[in-house]
């Protein structure tokens, strides 16, 4: 029945990849390097440790990030982008680059001052790269 709701849509198809509350920050959080389930949460305040694992294996099963477990001990996971979640940057990259354009003029709630600091500092220096 789902597959039948993203027939000629190729908005409501995308939108199953950007629309969730947690999903373009988990992507984003990937588009630089590998991570570890931990270092991935750090990343994203306020998510809870099913709700990340329930988005990632959504993204593997949809084949948008790989999943590499290393035999060691104690296991290592690490998550990163698979060529198709690499395909949907051009389109995060525009929302970030929108996001904080406007943001400087807008009232911002207090929710958003959960990103950490790091992060904001690092979305400046890929906007000012990027000009």
Known sequence: MDELL????PVQYAM????G????????????KPLRFGELKKHIAG????????????????EIVYRKKFDEAPVRVEYSL????RSLLP?????????????QDAKVSGDMYQTPFADIEQIAMLHVNRD
């Open 21 to 32: 509350k947690w999903q373009i920050a988990i992507l984003w959080n990937l588009s630089q």
């Open 6 to 9: 993203f027939k000629g849509c």
């Open 91 to 103: 389109v995060i990259n525009q929302i970030v680059d929108w996001g904080y354009a406007h943001l």
């Open 47 to 62: 998510i809870t440790d099913k709700i990340l694992m329930k988005e990632l294996q959504f993204f593997e099963g949809k």
């Open 16 to 19: 199953q990849f950007l629309a």
């Open 82 to 85: 698979a060529p198709l979640g």
